[in-house]
């Protein structure tokens, strides 16, 4: 059975700060994808990655980076400089390609102190 | 402007009453997605439509009826619901119902059911 784990229920940091966001996921197959999707307070999950279980190089957007190592089943989420804009419900997600579904974890609620 | 548009934003209702939540999507995807997101619990799938036939329904009881007239509309028919499904319900669409596509989320509609 997949599985999504997003240990952080939630954190709080001051403005500027970097924070890292944890996600591990448990699946079987091989073939699968992760997400990483954000929620502001206004209730629209947004898109922000995805990563498909065959490439494992991370990646840098603006402030954003994602490690993706398949070694510790994580698919972790770093925020550098973080802004007040970014207080946010973030879910981690996966997809196997076996089935159907997309399981999301819990989420973590970010809070950025001004 | 977002690409999908859910109404009403709030609803509450009786457990007796028989009401509509609504989803239209401007993207031109084929896949739409009905989610609930509860308290304290994962984002839960509840329906899958691709090119308006129902490819997934995820064990959800039979008071929840969804409906997709056309690739851009879908709705979710409630009746007789209970307290317990008060919620957030999250409509989303992406452009194909394939493993490891990114869905695009409307606001949601927070529903209180008393």
């Known amino acids: 059975a997949q599985k999504v784990t997003q240990a952080q229920t939630e954190i709080s940091v001051v403005e500027k700060e970097d924070v890292t966001l944890d996600c591990v996921y448990e699946?079987?197959?091989?073939?699968?994808?992760l997400f990483w999707y954000k929620q502001p307070p206004s209730g629209e999950l947004v898109f922000l990655i995805r990563?498909?279980?065959?490439?494992?190089q991370n990646e840098i957007s603006g402030r954003y980076s994602w490690n993706f190592q398949k070694s510790t089943s994580s698919f972790n989420f770093t925020i550098t400089a973080s802004q007040v804009v970014d207080s946010a419900v973030y879910f981690c997600?996966?997809?196997?390609?076996?089935?159907?579904?997309?399981?999301f974890g819990k989420g973590t609620r970010l809070h950025i102190l001004p | 402007e977002t690409g999908v548009t859910q109404t009403p934003r709030h609803l509450v209702m009786g457990m007796t009453n028989k009401k509509s939540l609504k989803c239209e999507q401007h993207?031109?995807?084929?896949?739409m997605y009905w989610y609930k997101q509860s308290a304290k619990k994962p984002l839960e799938l509840m329906f899958v439509?691709?090119?308006?036939?129902?490819?997934e329904n995820n064990s959800v009881p039979s008071r929840f009826s969804p409906e997709c007239p056309n690739s851009s509309h879908l709705f979710l028919h409630l009746h007789t619901l209970q307290p317990e499904d008060s919620a957030l319900y999250l409509c989303?669409?992406?452009?194909?119902?394939?493993?490891?596509?990114?869905?695009?989320f409307g606001q949601g509609t927070r529903l209180t059911v008393v």
């Open positions: 997600a996966l997809s196997v390609v076996r089935d159907d579904k997309i399981i």
């Open positions: 439509y691709s090119l308006e036939e129902r490819v």
């Open positions: 699946t079987r197959d091989t073939t699968y994808y």
């Open positions: 990563r498909n279980s065959f490439d494992e």
């Open positions: 993207l031109g995807h084929n896949a």
């Open positions: 989303a669409s992406s452009q194909d119902a394939l493993v490891g596509t990114e869905a695009f």
